[in-house]
């Protein structure tokens, strides 16, 4: 299945974070062995512990909800978090990384599904964090581009026209405030249902689990 799914992402130029939250080291390694670098979990401790156990060449993306106070015990391994929802957050990952001399690569989630339950920033809040004084003073973490979820539907219209917005806001950030900055270039979004929808839409990652895995429990 990886190997479909990757020739399908070659043509666009898309990345592909295998989502491995839930699943045990040794089914990880079976596709690290297909090639795969990059895998993402959703939650500190149990990332940490793969990192651990695991390949030091693997690539460890942090794409769940993410508490502040859980930010210290990856700041020495982790390559990207796409959960960034919040400035106080940010800062944190700031400072965690500067301990360790790092530079974070960072994406703001936005809250793009109707759903209440999934988190990120609106456009007016990000707007403030990105003006604010304080942001330019954050030497440690680089903003990468942009993440979002969509509705947990099977109306892939709903599901288009939210990744859409996602596109649009990034579009609108980059002009605004990442205009010279080429780093500024990622689309977080896709999963196993609507991956290529997504595609379509202008993802240059997608974060796919239980394709690759198997249904999680
Ligand atoms: C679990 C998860 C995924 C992958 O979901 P699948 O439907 O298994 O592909 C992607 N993104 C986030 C944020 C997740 O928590």
Known sequence: MLQVILDELK??????????????????????KQGQRIFGENRVQEMAGKYEELPKDIQWHMIGHLQSNKVKYMA????????????????????QAQKHNRIINCLLQFKIAREETKTGFD?????????????SNLRNIKICGVMGMATFTDDLLQVRS???KLKSIFDQLRQDYFFEQPAFKEISMGMSGDYRVAIEEGSTIVRIGSLIFGKRI
């Open 162 to 164: 939210e990744f859409q």
């Open 76 to 95: 020495h391994f982790v390559s990207m978090i796409h959960s960034v929802d919040n400035f106080k957050l940010l800062k944190e990952i700031n400072k």
């Open 123 to 135: 456009i007016p809040v990000a707007r403030q964090m990105l003006e604010d004084e304080a942001f």
């Open 11 to 32: 043509l666009s130029g898309t990345k592909l974070v295998a989502v491995s939250k839930t699943k045990p080291a040794e089914q990880i390694m079976e596709v690290y």
